[in-house]
């Protein structure tokens, strides 16, 4: 039961301090699981590889070492290069994924448009069968002739068809009263979208952006298909790559077809690099994912309740 202080203001009960604490506890606990891996794969990025190879990973570096993040940034240049394609990928893809979608998902939503249930079934559809890898790549290598383009990197990703339902539920769930007085107003459905619904579907709009940055921040496969020139390869990819190419070194080295000492003298981690490969490619991500955590909860369960 619930008492008023001398305030007037209701005090919770015992049952709902109870309740709050184990809550808050569970909370804390979950919070620690998902958090202990990041520390122990930030503490091995820090550690030398001897030391992680010998003793395995720990919540502290052992025998402190830049070694692994020396590899990654041995040409400066090349990463930031890598940088600079995944992050201009990730800002257009996100703002023309976010608006083909809600353009997309808006029109759906409209029951005065005779069609929306026909190219929803065609939507939906495509999340059942798919073409296929083989005729995927002959559309964009020959049919579309974007091999070795960016246009291959940016295209594969810049329409979900999971992304479009949240976008619909949300806009679905906005009165139609508004958008009523919206046209008596004189405003188009190009103005409409924009002005009236656009700024009511802030959650939908920062969910779906968070899911359509993270797809092209952690693209490295549609890199693998269809780019050739390292100059165009973007983070993840040119990363995976560095990854291969130390294990391929150290393959040649256990085959006695390299000199141990042209190896050594490269300074090659594995494990390390890894994990300071890992603090390097989710950095960003981790600073960006607070601003929009807000909107990212609101979105995410759009449709869970109805009222």
């Not at 909370?27 to 003793?55: D, H, K, Q, Y």
């Amino acid at each position: 039961m619930s008492a008023k202080n001398h305030l007037g203001k209701v005090k919770p009960g015992k049952d709902v301090i109870a309740l709050n604490i184990i809550a808050y506890t569970f909370c804390t606990l979950m919070a620690l699981v998902c958090l202990v891996p990041f520390i122990m794969v930030l503490s091995g990025s820090f550690s030398s590889e001897t030391a992680v190879t010998a003793n395995g990973f720990s919540l502290l570096p052992q025998d402190f070492s830049l070694e692994a993040y020396k590899t990654v940034f041995r040409d400066p240049m090349t990463v930031v290069r890598a940088y600079a394609t995944t992050i201009i990928l990730t800002i257009v893809g996100t703002v023309l994924g976010l608006l083909l979608q809600t353009m997309t998902a808006y029109v759906l939503s409209r029951k005065d448009f005779e069609w929306r249930n026909f190219f929803s079934f065609f939507y939906y559809f495509t999340t059942l069968f798919s073409g296929g890898l083989v005729p995927t790549y002959i559309l964009y290598t020959q049919t579309l002739d974007l091999q070795d383009s960016y246009l291959a990197l940016l295209l594969p990703l810049l329409f979900s068809v999971y992304n479009l339902l949240i976008m619909k539920s949300y806009i679905s769930a906005i009165p139609d009263s508004l958008i009523d007085a919206a046209k008596i107003d004189g405003c188009g459905e190009v103005r409409t979208l924009f002005q009236v619904i656009m700024p009511l579907i802030k959650p939908a709009l920062a969910t779906v952006g968070l899911f359509i940055a993270l797809a092209y921040w952690n693209d490295w496969y549609n890199a693998m298909l269809y780019i050739k020139s390292d100059t165009k390869y973007p983070l993840q990819y040119f990363l995976y790559q560095q990854v291969n190419n130390i294990e391929a070194y150290k393959r040649l080295l256990a085959s006695n077809l390299v000199s141990a000492d042209v190896v050594s003298s490269m300074s090659l981690p594995t494990q390390t690099l890894k994990m300071a490969l890992t603090i390097v490619v989710t950095g960003p991500i981790i600073l960006a994912f607070p601003f929009v955590q807000r909107y990212f909860v609101q979105g995410i369960t759009i449709g869970a309740v109805k009222g």
